[in-house]
């Protein structure tokens, strides 16, 4: 247990100058309109099938056999398309699994590479279109610790890991297969919840091949050089989350939440920031009326502070 504080930084400050910042940034935009409110602040607080992606330990919380959700979202007045569609199935009282699926993509992106005929006149026929797309398909399990029945801090712990394929394709010029892992943990004590998110625990490795004689002709006249094939990594994340219910009336209820987000991929823009890692903090609060009409309030104190 003492090994992997002592070994994981270097391993990750040499990866740094190996990799691609910000890789695989479709999966860490968020997923459902509860965590959209709260600031993306749920390791600790998710449970219900959205826990596929934010914290398969908590996919014990949930309290049907089945349950499935559905999201669409558009960005940059919607250049992009965000879909997720997730599912997930008690095995028995201790255990669940879930299935997540991600898109993020670009559709109807104008071709120009035969904008112009072999006369040199612009013809506006030969403009073609195509689409760049990432999509992500996790599978997940989740289960209460048994073993330590025994031991009364045991009760409530749970564990949890994601299995990831990645597919990402730029029109018919370039393509990546991917596969990684996470791994977390949630654990209640009286009104607390704590979560943890190991995202990407072993790296994410992409695998791109680029079709170059689909961009000879192009880079060649821009004198531009041509991309070759590559392994792309995404370095580990690791997000840690507390979360705490309070009961402010006989009808209104306050949930408190805050996560961590430790980044290890250099200076990013965030509060906390190195040359090795980054620290981003988010905080949410919920209110509800009788357990039946909440609100979501995300605290805006940190991009202040940064900005």
Partial sequence: MCIIPIFLPLTLTYAQDNTPKYSNEFLAIGVGARALGMSNAMTSVVDDVTAGYWNPAALTDIEFKYQFAAQHASYFAGVANYDYLAAAVAIDKTSHIAMTFIRFGVDDIPDTRLLFDSNGRINYDNIDFFSANDIALSFSYACAVTF????????????GANVKLIWRKVGDFAKAFGYGLDLSAKYRYHEWDFGVMLRDITGTFNAWTIEKGQLQQVFNLTNNQIPSNSLEITLP??????????????????????????????????????KIGSIEPQIGLEFDYEGKFFLEQVSGIFNELRN
């Fill in 237 to 274: 994340r690791m997000v840690l989350g507390a979360s705490r219910s309070f009961k402010l009336t006989d009808k209104i209820g306050m949930l408190t939440a805050a996560d961590l987000h430790f980044t290890f991929d250099g200076r990013r823009n965030v509060l906390v920031r190195s």
């Fill in 148 to 159: 330590l029945s025994g031991n009364p801090f045991a009760t409530g712990l749970t564990f």
